[in-house]
């Protein structure tokens, strides 16, 4: 069972896993389920439900205890019974199956639309009549108040077959060249056929008389739909008497009320391919459109997204079971594709335990695998030169990259990197080795990756205290393994931002080299490292440390600076002495403003110096004078001074006068 999630909505596809031959004995079956996991851990939710070849349709019948699947090859018809979980019957036919409707409650009344212009009528023993039309039929619809089956094709008439009285009614005339499907609505029994030229014709068979038209191909043509093409009508279907969905050629489904000419919502499938199916789930209030590349279950009011089912086939039919979240899908591969949707409805009675079995798989918290298939990016992509299969069915695009089968990827590895066996081999022995190693005299080593972090956080678990309560696990957490293993996570050092932010540390971190330098040389000599740390600091070379380190940061920034200014050029001109007499200076400040009088007022505190230039100019200097309160304060103090010298002691008295000499 494959599990996906697109839109956070879960889907379990059922059909997912590998089959058994049917030719192999019961024994060797057996011994497969027990050594093949994949075999063992699949789903069966019908056994041998599948096709030859393929398969075209698939229905359900209206008791729902039989699921009816037609295929090639040969052309048959298979008959499951949900209650034995396995098939009833199987018959083959002359051709191959366009469409077929069930008649009666269960598989009893079936008939058949062949592509080779026949008609086929079979009851519970097996085929009971065959009938030809004139044209190559499409699609058939059955009207139970009147028996008549309706059956259009590629001409302008509208077959009516009274299956009462056993022959061909008047036909009923359109205007179209060729019509592609035809419908029965359940309330009001309206017969509604889909043409080739993008309309919609309905019809009255009380009066066998056309009541009206929608031109669908004018209404898909919308400032949100991209319409390439003639939009014909694919596809029809009913969700109550009033509420019908259209499907065109192009891609888009137009969602009507019949009281009104113009659609409620048009929505684009974004792919440009004929709609082929269109169901609604009366429950959810969500439209099930599909195409032969994507199932899409959107809102029929808004067209706000649900989920989506994309399979790696073509798609040919699409089967809702009622009231339920099981989808059957009919595509271009033997299997019947068997999908569940918990958020769309409950599983069948028939099949109840998917609601424990999805609970317990919710619970558990598995990972969303994609068996055999990897992720890569666009850029590993390229490295493996691959990048010419984008576009192809080999890659399935998935959020930034792609899905690749699991061998293809081995394939191209082993050609692009013929050497990583090698070093992968080689790397698994170094482990095994390491691992074996453990059992032995444990040697205190550091890990290969950010060393004299590893160091310093040894040094703070050993020293007990706080430190030891928030950075002592931090080596032995596996959360923090990858800092000590990989290159991406190494400390650069010699980044500026490094420097800003540890100032003050170079001169543990040289201690701290020197203690690392010792304990890596006592690892390659082969003996436990020493645990005494003599490397006491001392306060001045400390500080010391700091005012140098402050100092080459100051110096490299004003390195910086002076290297920006001298990218800009720089003009110099020489001016001679005889060219100052025609400059005039105004000076635009505040004292300029001001009177004489106040600026004679504010220089009595101040002292002027006039100096002379060398070029004959005058340069005038204020100097503050100082105020009364200073000088008192000047003056106390220097009597202070003064005190102090006349009540100091000398210290004459502690030298002695006479020294005497050592030698005579």
Known sequence: MQVSNPNNIKIYNLSCGKSLP???????????????????RRIELIQDFEMPGISNCVNVSKDGQYVLVTGIYKPRIRCYDVNQLSMKFERCMDSEVVKFEILSDDYSKIVFLQDDRYIEFHVAYGRYYRIRIPKFGRDIAYHSPSCDLYCVGSGSEIYRLNLEQGQFLNSLQSDSSSLNVCEVNPVHHLVVCGTKEGRVEAWDPRSRHRVGILDCALNSVTNETDVDGLPSVTSLTFRDGLTMAVGTATGQILVYDIRSDKPFYVKDHMYGLPIKDIEFHKSQNLVISMDSKIVKLWDANNGKIFTSIQATTDLNDLCVVPDSGLIFLAHEERKVLTYYIPALGPAPKWCSFLDSLTEELEESGQDIVYDDYKFV???????????????????????????????????AKSISEPFAYEEYRQKKIREKIEAERTNRVKIKKL??????????????????????????????????????????YEINKECDEYKLLNPIVSKK??????????????????????????????????????????????????????????TKPSHFHEFKSNEFKGFNYAYEDDKSKTSLDERLKQMENEEMIVSNNSVGNKTVTFTKKKSDKQVKREERNKEHLEERKKLRRSAKALVKSTRTDKFH
């Open 447 to 488: 890990p290969q990756i950010n060393r004299e972090l590893a160091l310093k956080l040894q040094e703070e678990k050993e020293g007990g205290g706080s430190k030891k309560r928030k950075t002592g696990n931090i080596l032995e957490d596996d959360r923090f393994k990858a800092l000590f293993e990989n290159v991406d």
């Open 377 to 411: 990016s666009k850029k590993e992509l390229g490295n493996l030169g691959l990048s010419h299969l984008i576009g192809t069915n080999l890659l399935r695009a998935y959020m930034h990259g792609y899905f690749i089968d699991i061998r293809l990827y081995h394939k």
């Open 509 to 566: 971190d040289k201690l701290r080299k020197k203690k690392l330098q010792v304990q890596v040389e006592e690892e390659e000599e082969g003996r436990p490292s020493s645990e005494d740390d003599d490397s006491s600091d001392d306060d001045r070379d400390w500080i010391q440390e700091i005012k140098e380190q402050h100092r080459r940061l100051r110096q490299k920034t004003h390195e910086e600076k002076s290297h920006e200014g001298s």
């Open 22 to 40: 049917d030719w192999i004995s019961e024994r060797k079956r057996r011994i497969l389920q027990k050594k093949n996991v994949d075999i063992r």
